[in-house]
């Protein structure tokens, strides 16, 4: 089993549409969790960290974190075209360092 | 601000060369780290600076992988003799404190062993 699962995609979602994004970890211990947007040959961009279980929200986007199932999904309100990238999920074991773990990354799709 | 910065983009050499790669953080940024993402799988972290010393090395694959950071400033990342499963792309990131949401990723160095 990998240590941060999603899916590959890609996820086609319409213009204005919600995208939701789903992250499973296999480290019960882990503590702090990340949602990263890739563009195509760019760098990996921060857009969302959850420490505790519940909801994060941050404009268009909200994490959600579920420790006890193991999971961690990002919703995209009103999806723009712009949205169109890979998401990456990391997963970090502790606050010092960053040893993250990442997921393969969802490749997102916003259809106009 | 100049972010994190890294060079070459891409790089093609034959197997049994050597191939230098090179990080240069954001000014001020202590902790620099490199990470790597193979064909098709999810990147990895390799290794963790520390201003000038190796904080953390635990996810470099083998010794043909040689990291240094002489000064504290930019780093490099040597693959000496490479091989064809060294192939992906490289990742460096910087941050100026140990809190993960300051971690700024570069570009990425996009490796090609032939």
């Known amino acids: 089993q990998k240590e941060v699962e999603q899916n590959s995609g890609p996820l086609s979602v319409p213009e204005g549409a919600i995208a939701s994004l789903n992250c499973t970890y296999s480290d019960r211990v882990s503590q702090s969790f990340f949602w990263y947007r890739q563009y195509s040959g760019k760098s990996p961009e921060l857009i969302m960290s959850i420490y505790s279980n519940g909801d994060k929200e941050d404009g268009r986007f909200t994490a959600q974190l579920n420790k006890a199932s193991q999971y961690v999904s990002l919703l995209i309100r009103d999806s723009q075209p712009s949205d169109s990238a890979t998401y990456l999920c990391?997963?970090?074991?502790?606050?010092?360092?960053?040893?993250?773990?990442f997921g393969p990354g969802t490749r997102l799709s916003v259809l106009p | 601000e100049a972010g994190v910065t890294q060079f070459p983009s891409h790089s093609v050499i034959e197997k049994g060369q050597t191939v230098t790669l090179r990080c240069d953080p954001i000014?001020?940024?202590?902790?620099l780290y490199w990470y790597r993402r193979v064909m098709g799988k999810e990147i990895k972290f390799l290794l963790h600076f520390v201003k000038e010393s190796k904080q953390d090395e635990s996810g470099m694959p083998n010794n043909r992988f040689l990291a240094e950071r002489t000064g504290g400033t930019y780093s490099t990342l040597k693959v000496q003799p490479a091989e064809l499963e060294d192939s992906g792309v490289y990742f460096c990131?910087?941050?100026?404190?140990?809190?993960?949401?300051?971690?700024?990723f570069g570009s990425g160095t996009q490796l090609s062993v032939l």
């Open positions: 990131a910087s941050s100026h404190e140990q809190g993960a949401e300051k971690l700024f």
């Open positions: 990391a997963v970090n074991r502790d606050n010092y360092g960053q040893n993250f773990v």
């Open positions: 000014s001020g940024h202590d902790n």
